[in-house]
């Protein structure tokens, strides 16, 4: 909840309670770029993102997918309203805990993409990728100028 990590640094998470901040007010998108292991770099692209609040835990809204990617993996394993999942909240739909070494995320079945696991692990087309980093940036759309 609470973040971690330095703003300057290389590694860091802003926490849910500070991305339950951001989204308010306008309309905020989401782009998580990933580094694969042959050191290429693709990316996610979501025309909607938002946060819910604590008292829901923090479920997620995402939509209007684009990027360079063929396969979106969140229409695979749909994160739409799904609430967070960490080590001491199970709240994904499947039978044992996704979190394991998955780490927290918006689990539904276990996703297709697990940005804060180690190595970061994404699955496209059917075929999985470990990989050597995970980007998530957000940023409010009605402020920039089309």
Known sequence: EEG???LKGDKMWYGL???????????WELRIDFQFQNKTWSHLHYKQFK?????????????????????DPFVTHPLNGMRFTASDNDN?????????????????SCTHIYPNRQP???QLNSKGYNL???????????CITQ
């Open 51 to 71: 946060v819910g609040s604590a008292s829901d835990e923090y479920p997620l809204t995402i939509g209007g997918f684009t990027g360079i990617t063929p396969d």
């Open 92 to 108: 994904d739909r499947h039978s044992s805990h996704c979190v394991g070494s998955a780490g927290g995320w918006w689990h539904n």
């Open 132 to 142: 050597l980093s995970t980007e998530m940036k957000i940023r409010q759309l009605d």
């Open 17 to 27: 309670k500070a991305l339950n901040c951001f989204p308010e007010p306008g309309q």
């Open 120 to 122: 970061p692990y994404i």
């Open 4 to 6: 971690f990590g330095d």
